[in-house]
């Protein structure tokens, strides 16, 4: 039997975990079956016989071998002092690399089995790096990537790195399967991959493979690895399970996409509508930078947005700027005067002179040049707007209302401050 040197580097990654699953005796499974059941005691299959370590668990209940775990360097949660801890680091890696990997294979299927899906991809993992390490080594690569002299290795019998490289695959599969049930979906068909490109033929990397496309929506991706996997086994129940799910999910994706598409056809119609009810009227709209969150309010077409004989509504906010208060309107139409709105508004509940009345205040409007312009209250909305010496920013008209007593004074202030502005 040959012995392949560990470098200390590979040993790092393959450094073996402080605790086990309820079973500990390892299984020569290929796939990992969803039960918790422990096997039985036994030799490895890889083995002729029975490591010191795997010996203590022999013809135990799993408490009795928990409780030995525990007191393992291996298991246990604080390292005691103990003068098994270098032995038993040093029988963790003892035997051929395949060995080896084939040892984490099989403590992964015991954690799958157990449903401990992420210490099973650990293990797995380990067995995948030991593997991938001697791929690298016949390749003329080290562990870090680096040219090696062929003088340097010796090769490996043809049925060793068959064995390995079996072994190998099997782990992808094993570790895809775990990916599948963590949801790393991505993962599981990148492992699938690495197991295809080892063996074209498994059908168990197509299944998972599909299964993972299948659940982020990918659906022609899907589709091809159910396809290629039925191609080689048309009988496949799982595989003709997954297509089927194909075909309801691809379903369901075609009928979403339908009724997206619709939508966006029906906002796109309605843009173009209200775009040309607004140029229509020759109503002036401008957009900033950061316009104002106001939830579903916006101007649009009333009572029908697809009705282009619909009239206009525009979300109005009306500001008090001697009181420093304001209120807002979602819905103005085209056809209503500020009076209409001003006669439920009034009285204001923080208006304790009584300062504001429908005879006694005024409204303003700012001007596209940066100055005011006085509104009649009775005059409809369509007419105010309509006028080219106004706009609606950022889809809100803005309305100034102020007491006749305090409104010149307020004018003046306002068109001193818009002056200092442009001047600065």
Known sequence: MRVEEITDEVAEKLKVTQETPESPEATSQDAPAPSAAAPEGGPSVMGPEMSEARAMTNNKTVDEVWRELNKSPLFMTELEENDDTE???????????????????ERGNEYFRAKRWNDACEFYEKGILVLRGEERKRAGRDIQGRVIEASETEPDEPEEVEKQRTLLESMYVNRAASHLELKNYRSCWLDGAAALRLNPKNIKAYYRSAKALLAVDRIEEADDACARGLALDEENKALRAVAQEIIKKNELVVARKKRENERLAKEKRRELLLKAALKARGIRMRSTEKPPEMEDARVRLVPDEDDPTSTLSF??????????????????NEQETVADHLSYVFPLPWDKNGDYTLAG?????????????????????????????????????????LP????????????????????S
Do not use: H, N
């Not at 500001?319 to 209120?327: F, G, I, N, R, T």
């Not at 006028?387 to 609606?392: A, H, I």
């Open 87 to 105: 032995a038993l680091r040093a029988l963790a890696y003892e035997g051929t690399p395949l060995e080896v990997a084939t040892d984490f294979k």
């Open 315 to 332: 979300p109005t906010v009306l500001l008090y700027p001697a009181d420093l208060e304001s209120d807002f309107i979602k819905a103005f």
């Open 361 to 401: 205040v005024e409204c303003y409007m700012d001007t596209v040049t940066g100055g005011l312009i006085k509104v009649g209250k009775k005059a409809p909305l369509l007419k105010i707007l309509s006028s080219d010496k106004v706009e609606v920013v950022d889809e809100v008209v803005r309305l100034f209302v």
């Open 404 to 423: 006749k007593a305090k409104a010149e004074s307020w004018v003046q202030d306002y068109k001193s401050k818009k002056a200092a502005e442009k001047g």
